[in-house]
T-cell receptor, first 118, second 112 residues
Framework: EAGVTQFPSHSVIEKGQTVTLRCDPI?????LYWYRRVMGKEIKFLLH????????ESGMPNNRFLAERTGGTYSTLKVQPAELEDSGVYFCASSQDLGGGIGVNEQFFGPGTRLTVL | SQQGEEDPQALSIQEGENATMNCSYKTSINNLQWYRQNSGRGLVHLIL?????REKHSGRLRVTLDTSKKSSSLLITASRAADTASYFCATGPSGGYNKLIFGAGTRLAVHP
C-alpha cells in the first residue's frame, strides 16, 4: 500500500512568488491534515479536511495560505505571496475515518516538502 | 499554549543501553502519540496510547501515560544505532478535535 506522498520534496522561491504544494493521502483515507515546522520550532497544525470539507482551519496563519481538496482526494496548499517566514517543512498526513465523530486515530505522515523563501 | 514539551532535548547513549524520553502537555487529551523522524525524512508513527490507558508496549518500545501529571514517557530498550532519530510526542486534544499538537522533540543519538 502506497503511503502519503508529497510534491515537490524541495522548493526554493523568492519572496513574493507563489508556490503550490501537493499531497496525495493514502487511498481511502477521508481525513487529510497539513502541518508545518518552521525555523526548527514545533510541528504545528494548519488544517484538517474531511473528504473535501474543511473541518478545522484554526492553524492557518493568514490569508496568504489557501488549501483545497477538490473531490476529496489529493490536496493542494498554495502560498501567495510567499514571505521569508514561510520557510520550513510542510507535512501532510492522512487517517481513516473511524466513525463515532471523535478521532482517536493514527495519522500517517508524508515525507514533507521543504520550502525555502529567499 | 497547548504545546507539549519533551525532555531531554538531546540524548546520547551507547548501543544496548535504554533510552527514556519524557513529554509533558498542558490540556486535556483524547490520546497521545509518539513519532520518530529520521534526518530529512517524514514522521513515522510509533505508538498511540489513549487517555484511559496507563501503559502500552510495542516491541522494544514502552509508553506510559499519567494524565494526572499530564506527562508521558517513551522507553526504548536495548537501543540500536538505527534508533538514532528525533522523537516527538503529539497529543490529540479532547473535545472532538483530530489535530495533533506536537512537542519540540528529543534528538536521540545511539553510538555503536
Amino acid at each position: 500500500e502506497a503511503g502519503v506522498t508529497q510534491f515537490p520534496s524541495h522548493s526554493v522561491i523568492e519572496k513574493g512568488q507563489t508556490v503550490t504544494l501537493r499531497c496525495d493521502p493514502i487511498s481511502g483515507h477521508d481525513n487529510l491534515y497539513w502541518y508545518r515546522r518552521v525555523m526548527g520550532k514545533e510541528i504545528k497544525f494548519l488544517l484538517h479536511f474531511v473528504k473535501e470539507s474543511k473541518q478545522d482551519e484554526s492553524g492557518m496563519p493568514n490569508n496568504r495560505f489557501l488549501a483545497e481538496r477538490t473531490g476529496g482526494t489529493y490536496s493542494t496548499l498554495k502560498v501567495q505571496p510567499a514571505e521569508l517566514e514561510d520557510s520550513g517543512v510542510y507535512f501532510c498526513a492522512s487517517s481513516q475515518d473511524l466513525g463515532g465523530g471523535i478521532g482517536v486515530n493514527e495519522q500517517f505522515f508524508g515525507p514533507g516538502t521543504r520550502l525555502t523563501v529567499l | 499554549s497547548q504545546q507539549g514539551e519533551e525532555d531531554p532535548q538531546a540524548l546520547s547513549i551507547q548501543e544496548g543501553e535504554n533510552a527514556t524520553m519524557n513529554c509533558s502537555y498542558k490540556t486535556s487529551i483524547n490520546n497521545l502519540q509518539w513519532y520518530r523522524q529520521n534526518s530529512g525524512r517524514g514522521l513515522v508513527h510509533l505508538i498511540l496510547i489513549r487517555s484511559n490507558e496507563r501503559e502500552k508496549h510495542s516491541g522494544r518500545l514502552r509508553v506510559t501515560l499519567d494524565t494526572s501529571k499530564k506527562s508521558s514517557s517513551l522507553l526504548i530498550t536495548a537501543s540500536r544505532a538505527a534508533d538514532t532519530a528525533s522523537y516527538f510526542c503529539a497529543t490529540g486534544p479532547s473535545g472532538g478535535y483530530n489535530k495533533l499538537i506536537f512537542g519540540a522533540g528529543t534528538r536521540l543519538a545511539v553510538h555503536p
